[in-house]
Nanobody
Framework: QVQLVESGGGLVQAGGSLKPSCVAS????????MDWYRQAPGKQRELVAQ???????NYASSVKGRFTISRDNAKNTVSLQMNSLKPEDTAVYYC??????WGKGTLVTVSS
């Protein structure tokens, strides 16, 4: 059974930092790209950051320079370091596996 379990969301003031993580089980991890998506209330889900199996990364323009995606293949974990958070970063953040699996999400709330 494939599971992607996110953790590390929470409430933070604008300018603060959070680092949600996602642990994968029941599937091959190291040879697949991993992504973080987010969905704000009333908006479509959008891609935030990607990391390939080789470690190359891509970011949405809205988070470039503030967010950093990383992976630890030994621990089947992908993380998203989020700095200089803004109220518009408030959303549910989802982990996505390259085979199409999704986690249930972790809520990030940034207060002004």
């Amino acid at each position: 059974q494939v599971q992607l379990v996110e953790s590390g969301g929470g409430l933070v003031q604008a300018g603060g930092s959070l680092k949600p993580s996602c642990v994968a089980s029941g599937t091959i991890f190291s040879t697949y790209a991993m992504d973080w998506y987010r969905q704000a209330p009333g908006k479509q889900r959008e891609l935030v950051a990607q990391i390939s199996s080789f470690g190359s990364t891509n970011y949405a323009s809205s988070v470039k320079g503030r967010f950093t995606i990383s992976r630890d293949n030994a621990k089947n974990t992908v993380s998203l370091q989020m700095n200089s958070l803004k109220p518009e970063d408030t959303a549910v953040y989802y982990c996505h596996h390259g085979r199409g699996y999704w986690g249930k999400g972790t809520l990030v709330t940034v207060s002004s």
